[in-house]
């Protein structure tokens, strides 16, 4: 703050010094003075009256400058310093201009800020809880809109005590339920721990004991705060109490007495000296009528006048069925309490207990049922009106989210449409530049990729026929000589049957290799047929076969999958000694894909390079656009992966 306040005195003090000859305006050095005192105003550690002059010359120095945005802050310090000095009038007047001036900017931010302030105004100074509620609401609203959660919580909150405080606390648990929601973990941690207390005191009027007894102890177990704590402790030890639970109640509030942080807190100190005498004589325990007046003493001492009403019950109570005359005195001295500090809700809670001593006071009587018929009414207007802001409200935002919807809309569609004329005509102009040229880049390229095709396929087909012509020379011709020399030289007839049944599986293989491939209905059980074939010596394993549209394949593909399968388990029984085979099908809307796998003994790169049969492959695969990915490693196994397009 001090290095900011010397560079607005040095700005300050250039604009005058340079006032001639350095082209410095009237405007430069009316905002320089402007923020310099603005500065000077948020200084915390200058005196308020001190504070007060710098900005209203803050003020001064931004005439028919509203639209500048230190003229929103600057009013907003201005109310800052009004409550502070308690001006309430003054606080009002600017607190109106400075709402109207941010709702024509749509300074959403200062808004938040602004409705908040007067909330605290309205709730803790005028204390005025409807029109703090309102001002909270609002504020709520705001910080939605700037997408401050945190903040959004806090409001909340602050809304679910103003509800409980005057007995809604139904409104007040659905109201502090929805603050949880928005309240940071990290950073609100004061504020949820106390919401969790708020939350068990709403249960516990409503007479929900466990979930009461639930949130207090999650509000001990959250906070960071010593003090805090012991206040909740203290909660929760009432609860008990009204729970009709007042041994667990004696055992907390005693381990709470042994806390040195107590000591520091009078108000609380008392407050549990009180309550503990209290569960104690509920308990029918042994107590003197000083462990109830010592607390008192105290809380007169500090002024607690809320203290001193629970102290006059507990009195009131304790005096009830052994000295009626000391117990009126303490009821009365309650009743006279609650008038001056305008709490109804006690002297009535007096006048039930006076007319249990003096039950044909008809003054009494009337009394009680007049604060009864008065309090009923008066509850039922707040929870009314609490009600009432909220549904408002809901109505107002669906209003806005609405309105903002269909303006967003229609700002839309006369954006497409905008765009959509231009588009058209961009699009005319582009289809007339280049459809020609597209046209034959088309043609061309699809003459290319046909005779390409047509290229791998006639290469394919060449180096299997010439595969299989070694094939039939070297060894079907080879074991055709050995069996007409076995037959001249008069060897044994079985044997060269032996040889002749070994030429016809042969021949059968070779005839299936070049014979077409049946792409009907049949296809699935010709190619696992085929498969069976290559697995003699090995554990053939199919998975994904029933999930595939085999129908949906065209003709093409089945037989160049045929195929290439075909060649895959001839390499593996030619060369990789494997014992188990796993072939698996997989079908997507765009792929059909097939993943060969076996355990043999592998080959590097450079050998599966050089093999003929898997380059073929390669080849049959590229024919119709589908891609073939070998992966294999000397004594690892091989690995193929096919990829068609559906």
């Known amino acids: 703050m001090n290095r900011v306040l010397i560079l607005a005195c040095i700005s300050l003090f250039i604009s005058c010094t340079t006032d001639h000859g350095k082209n410095t305006s009237n405007t430069e050095v009316a905002n320089d003075s402007a923020l310099f005192y603005y500065i000077s105003a948020k200084a915390k550690n200058n005196p308020l009256k001190k504070r007060y002059t710098a900005i209203n010359k803050s003020l001064g120095f931004q005439k028919e400058r509203e639209k500048d945005t230190l003229y929103t802050l600057t009013l907003y310090q201005k109310n800052l310093i009004h409550l502070s000095l308690k001006e309430f009038d003054s606080l009002q007047v600017y607190s109106d201009l400075l709402i109207d001036h941010a709702l024509k900017t749509n300074d959403d931010a200062i808004l938040s800020r602004q409705y908040y302030l007067m909330g605290y105004y309205y709730d803790y100074i005028a204390q005025k809880p409807q029109k703090a509620f309102y001002e909270y609401n609002n504020a709520k609203n705001y910080k939605k809109r700037i997408n401050d959660s945190s903040w959004v919580g806090k409001n909340l909150y602050n809304m679910a005590i103003i509800q409980k405080t005057h007995n809604d606390f139904f409104g007040s648990k659905e109201t502090i339920t929805e603050a949880l929601q928005y309240l940071n973990e990290n950073k609100d941690t004061k504020y949820i721990s106390s919401s969790y207390d708020v939350l068990a005191t709403d249960h516990r009027k409503l007479l929900n004991h466990e979930e009461a007894i639930k949130y207090h102890l999650k509000a001990i177990s959250s906070t960071q705060s010593d003090k805090d704590r012991l206040i909740y402790q203290n909660n929760l030890a009432a609860t008990y109490i009204d729970f009709n639970k007042p041994k667990e109640a004696i055992g907390l509030l005693n381990e709470i007495l042994n806390v040195p942080e107590l000591q520091k807190n009078k108000t609380e100190y008392a407050r549990v000296l009180d309550n503990l005498a209290y569960a104690r004589w509920l308990a029918k325990e042994e107590v003197t009528a000083e462990a109830f007046t010592h607390p008192l003493g105290i809380r007169k001492k500090n002024k607690d006048h809320r203290g001193q009403l629970a102290s006059y019950t507990h009195l009131g109570e304790y005096y009830l069925p052994i000295d009626r005359q000391k117990a009126s005195l303490y009821f009365d001295s309650l009743i006279q309490l609650s008038k001056t500090m305008n709490i109804p809700r006690a002297e009535q809670d ?49 209003s806005i989210l609405r309105l903002e919807k269909e303006n967003a ?143 949906q394949i065209s003709a093409l593909t089945k037989k160049t999958l045929y195929k290439v399968l075909q060649e895959l388990m001839t390499n593996m029984q030619k060369h990789s000694s494997a014992t188990m085979v796993s072939i698996d099908f997989e079908q997507t809307k765009k792929i059909f894909r097939v993943e060969y796998m076996d355990n043999g003994v592998g080959a590097s790169k450079e050998a599966i390079q050089n093999k003929n049969g898997l380059w073929n492959t390669e080849k049959r695969i590229d024919a119709i656009n589908g891609s073939i990915n070998f992966e294999s490693e000397k004594g690892d196994g091989f690995k193929a992966l096919i990829e068609i397009p559906n």
């Not at 076995?486 to 049944?501: A, C, F, R, T, Y």
Request: overall charge positive; proline content about 2%.
């Open 350 to 398: 007096a006048l039930k207990h006076l007319i249990q001593l003096q039950p044909d006071n008809v003054n009494f009587r009337d009394r009680y049922v007049f604060l009864q018929d008065s309090l009923y009414e008066q509850e039922l207007k707040v929870k009314t009106q609490f009600a009432k802001y909220k549904y408002d409200d809901t109505l107002k935002q669906e």
């Open 409 to 551: 809309e229609r700002a839309l569609e006369v954006a497409e449409e905008r765009n959509k004329k231009i588009m058209s005509y961009a699009g005319l102009i582009f289809v007339l530049l280049s459809s020609t040229f597209i046209g034959y880049f088309l043609i061309q390229r699809g003459r290319r990729i046909q005779q390409k095709n047509k290229i791998a396929v006639l290469q394919a087909t060449y180096e299997t026929e010439a595969a299989l012509s070694r094939k039939l020379h070297d060894d079907f011709g080879g074991k055709l000589n050995h069996a007409m020399l076995l037959l001249q030289n008069g060897s044994d007839p079985d044997k060269v049957l032996d040889i002749v049944e070994v030429l016809y599986n042969q021949s059968r293989n070779f005839s299936r290799k070049i014979n077409d491939v049946d792409t009907g209905p049949l296809f699935k059980e010709s190619l696992f047929g085929m498969l069976g074939t290559y697995c003699k010596n090995a554990q053939l394993i199919v998975t994904g076969s029933k999930e595939i549209n085999w129908d």
